[in-house]
């Protein structure tokens, strides 16, 4: 499937590639989280119900927030629902990027279409129960890359990735 929709994924990954545990996430670092609102404020993110479920804050605000669910008819207030992947594109803005933000499930299905990766690796492993796809990043172009320092003694250090996809020959 092909579409001319801006699609990012925005992700915080572990080592193991571990994102979730218990539909929660694995670390908190607010350096991270705040960067997320930055990128994302004024623009579409793309969740499943699970991932909005375990949102502290829902809907996003400032965000139109497109909601998968596999329940047809099923409806959720300040959302945008879609019962499909390709439902979900059609729903995506064409001229601004759509952030696709989990889970597992909707990450695999989206990763073929993305044109940019943002990643925050997590620098150590965690036990999970949700794990983000294995990424070809001979695929990729690293556009940017930036070290950070554990935010406290008991968190691990983290680095910022974006990467663009190649151009198809």
């Not at 994924?9 to 607010?30: F, P, Q, T």
């Not at 991270?32 to 793309?46: A, E, M, N, P, Q």
């Not at 990424?135 to 172009?141: L, P």
Request: net charge negative; with cysteine.
């Amino acid at each position: 499937m092909q579409t001319n929709k801006p699609i990012s994924i925005i992700v915080a990954i572990a080592e193991n590639y571990a994102i979730g545990r218990n539909n929660d996430l694995l670390w908190h670092i607010s350096a991270d989280l705040k960067r997320f609102k930055v990128l994302t404020s004024g623009r579409t993110v793309v969740m499943g119900k699970n991932t909005f479920y375990s949102l502290p804050v829902r809907p996003l605000p400032n965000r139109k927030n497109i909601v998968l669910t596999d329940l047809a008819g099923e409806k959720i207030d300040g959302c945008v629902m879609a019962y499909s992947i390709e439902e979900a594109i059609e729903l995506m803005d064409k001229d601004s990027e759509n952030f696709i933000m989990g889970g597992g499930s909707i990450y695999r299905q989206f990763l073929p279409l993305a044109q940019k990766l943002y990643l925050t690796r997590v620098h150590r492993s965690y036990e999970a129960d949700t794990f983000f796809p294995e990424i070809s990043f001979e695929d990729y172009d690293l556009l940017e890359k930036t070290s950070n320092p554990p935010e406290s003694d008991d968190s691990a250090s983290f680095t910022y990735e974006v990467y663009q996809r190649k151009k198809e020959v």
